[in-house]
């Protein structure tokens, strides 16, 4: 998936990634989701937001995490 969809500006959201012509980060959709929010509920909340760009949020997730060492937080999976 190509993340055009994603931005990452100092001037924004202090550099957090957000979604493209929109303060959404790509960190809220995230913890949206884990915290058991459908999709559909997100669209509604977020009326700027559409299914692609939450697909991008997770995509641009994923390949991060694959190109970083990831360090355990403590306490997970305790």
Known sequence: MDNDLIVIDPKIMMGKPVIKGTRITVEIILEKL???ES???ILAEHPRLTRDAIHAAL???AKTLKAD???PVSGAGD
Request: hydrophobic residues 40%; proline residues 0%.
């Open 69 to 71: 060492v990831v360090h």
């Open 39 to 41: 999709e559909d509920q």
């Open 59 to 61: 995509d641009f997730a």
């Open 34 to 36: 884990a915290g058991g």
